[in-house]
């Protein structure tokens, strides 16, 4: 077994190696860019080294510089974790010649599974089954339309070099193919370095269903079982789980076969994942192959109670697999969510800023947190906006999902946008949750088929979460007039009072939320045992008291229960009923013009990439006007209206912040016709 590994990853995957590294007794280096210089995964190494500034291009993509590193810190061997360097070829090639061991599939393997259409290639020949498409060599457009007028609409675009949805997209007639073709192009090359795609089949309402498999020096390979990773959100996953819901044992025997035989076919050494799509008969496909440990390990570990990062230094360093197959243990159910910094309500736009506030779950054989961020920690543009994997296990698939509803109830992140509330619609949605009685139920295209539903709007905050809100100022209110007391000559002084005592006046205090886009006046009368609210038209009678790390113990209306605040400046965030509401104290600053919309901003930093548009051009409402690229995603901006483009602040190639204005816009005028309408 190896003395020393260096990890070339950072977050989640860095902190997951380096637990099971330090159990077996090894020694871990982490290697950070500038920018994750006090990062988790650094803090819970022996050993740490700077390779680069923020932007993963001049850091953690960068082999030499990791290669360095190791030599530095005497490392036997490399992990590369997944994303980053995990499926390069010639980083697993640098990493041999440089006498160390990569901890991971052959270079060969990987270069045999990276290329989407050779990898097809591979598997026509071992008997793998495919889905009809163009996997050739030529990427001449004309050519490729051709192709997908042969193969029949709708067509999937996808890049192929890579996964995970980039440089992905969903074509339903011929007319829509040349945009989608130069879209896929530059996301892929953005994202992958390689621009070259390929063209297949669309099957509609299919399952996304993959299988674990392992195999090491000896000859010896397995499988352990299957993950269904259907719930999806522009072609990346928002939960998994094992085992897959209504997959019987035929179907199972069959899929597993397949994978080995990918496996077998490029000699494959190490953890591996062969994905499938299957279709609404049960029939199945090979998609492609991840030549690496995937994010969604952990359901699988908790379902066979196998470490698969154990399994992997061990087969790295030599040791042959230490199960058969059919000692393979299948217990219970496991479920995966993802918890990411991102907003579902604009088509899942990553989010960034500072976790101001972070409470997890509590851990048990049941709940599993896997995260690479603490309280304190910014989540930044440069990276994948992970916060945290939530896995949950039960005997059986109804435990588990009544486990995972109760760990995301638990779940408080203040002081960024997440999609806690949206994973909690998912998981107590019909179609979802019904998914073991109907498995007909599960497929890729759920959340957009029950959208108006699972984005529901959850309208204004309750009359409680204001009066929550109130208490949470009016206490806080009283704690810093009884500190006044405490420093004053007079303490006992009735100007010092925080009783709500007045001179010949009532004994109230007036407060305003604003409340997405409407505000509530509150008055709150003092009274012997708390407040009496005056709320949105009725009376509200509210007490409580602080019981430690921003806990209330609140009475509302004579109903006890516990909530959370957390207040940042004039806003505060309750969490409540398992989930969380943002207000803010509203006040009289005048909010910022936002004259006659006429300008538009970026939405999150990036870098403009197309400009689509000059100025003077008159254009309708959703005309595509610039492409800006954040996060290895591609945003584009469009009209808001019809109107005319007056200016343009950028060229592509430019970085833009966040509400950055890209260009100006003057809204056309209303007709005559339009006028006599209103």
Known sequence: ????????????????????????????????????????????????????????????????????????????????????????????????????????????????????????????????????????????????????????????IKASAGGGGKGMRIVRDARAFADALASARREAASAFGDDRILVEKYLERPRHVEMQVF???????????????????????????????????????????????????????????????????????????????????????????????????????????????????????????????????????????????????ARSEHVRVDTGVREGDDISPHYDPMIAKLVCWDLDRAGALRRMRRALADYEIAGVTTNLDFLASVVTHRAFAEAHHDPGLLDTGLI????????????????????????????????????????????????????????????????????????????????????????????VFVDGEEIGDGTLAVTIDGARLLVRTVVRGNEITIFAHGRSHRLALHTREAERDAGDGGSLVSPMPGTVIGVLVRPGDVVERGARLMLVEAMKMEHTITAPGAGVVREIFFAPGDPVGEGVELLAFEPASPTHDEEGKR
């Not at 009532?506 to 709320?535: C, K, T």
Request: glycine share 8%; with cysteine; aromatic share 6%.
């Open 448 to 539: 957009e088929r029950y959208r108006s539903e699972l984005f529901e709007d959850r309208g204004p905050a309750g009359d409680d979460v204001i009066a929550v809100a109130a208490l949470s100022r009016l206490l806080a209110s009283r704690s810093r007039a009884r500190e006044r007391a405490s420093r004053s000559s007079d303490p006992y002084s009735p100007w010092n009072l925080a009783t709500g005592w007045r001179l010949n006046e009532d004994n109230h205090h007036a407060l305003e939320f604003r409340d997405g886009e409407r505000q509530v006046a509150v008055i709150a009368h003092f009274r012997a045992r708390g407040y009496e609210l005056e709320l949105n038209g009725r009376r």
């Open 215 to 361: 195999a090491d020096t000896h000859g010896n390979a397995l499988h352990l079982f299957e993950r269904d990773c259907s719930v999806q959100r522009r072609h990346q996953k928002v939960l998994e789980e094992a085992p897959a819901p209504g997959l019987d044992g035929q179907r199972r025997r069959q899929m597993g076969s397949a994978a080995l035989a990918a496996a077998r076919a490029v000699n494959y050494v190490g953890a591996g994942t062969v994905e499938f799509i299957l279709d609404a008969t049960g029939q199945f496909f090979f998609m492609e192959m991840n030549t690496r440990l995937q994010v969604e390990h952990p359901v699988t570990e908790m379902i066979t109670g196998i470490d698969l990062v154990e399994w992997q230094l061990r087969v790295a360093a030599g040791e042959p697999l230490p199960l058969a197959q059919d000692q393979v243990p299948l217990h219970g159910h496991a479920i995966e969510a993802r918890i990411y910094a991102e907003d579902p309500a604009r088509d899942f736009l990553p989010a960034i800023g500072r976790l101001d506030h972070l409470r997890e779950p």
């Open 1 to 156: 077994m190896f003395d020393k590994v260096l990890i070339a990853n950072r977050g989640e995957i860095a902190c997951r190696i380096a637990r099971t590294a330090k159990r077996l007794g090894i020694r871990t280096v982490a290697v950070h860019s500038e920018a994750d210089a006090r990062a988790m995964h650094v803090s819970v190494c022996d050993e740490a080294f700077l390779i680069g500034p923020p932007a993963a291009r001049d850091s953690y993509l960068r082999s030499d510089r990791i290669l360095e590193a190791a030599q530095r810190a005497g490392a036997d061997a490399i992990h590369p974790g997944y994303g980053f360097l995990s499926e390069n070829a010639d980083f697993a090639e640098a990493v041999e010649g440089a006498g160390l061991v990569f901890v991971g599939p052959p270079a060969s393997a990987i270069r045999a599974m990276g290329s989407k259409s050779n990898s097809k290639a591979i598997m026509a020949a071992a008997g793998v089954p495919l889905v009809p498409g163009y996997h050739g060599e030529s990427q001449d457009a004309e050519e490729l339309a051709t192709e997908a007028g042969r193969i029949g609409y709708p067509v999937l």
